[in-house]
């Protein structure tokens, strides 16, 4: 996920702030994803109203709230068991 800028906007804003407040002044601001981009006020529109008090809680918040394509493998795990038939790596004992 990429900021695109938007650090700089979420740094440069008065706080505390509301997500309304955000929203009206950066809420056209694209934020760039693995698979895709949303806006500002889309992702903060998802997460309902809220009161942020310094520019980290709008960062949190944003990195919380992004949708799936921010996802590159939807549903992917590298600590899976592994499926019937499938062996993995011989376990090694110290």
Known sequence: MRLNGTDDLIDGYEYPATSEELIEAH????????????????????????????????????????SHRAIGRRFYSDRDAYAIGESGPEPVSF
């Open 27 to 66: 809420g056209d601001q694209e934020i760039e994803l693995q698979n895709g981009s949303e806006t500002l006020k889309t992702v903060l529109e998802r997460l309902g109203s809220e009161t942020y008090e310094r520019p980290q809680d709008v960062r949190d918040a944003l990195f919380t709230g992004v």
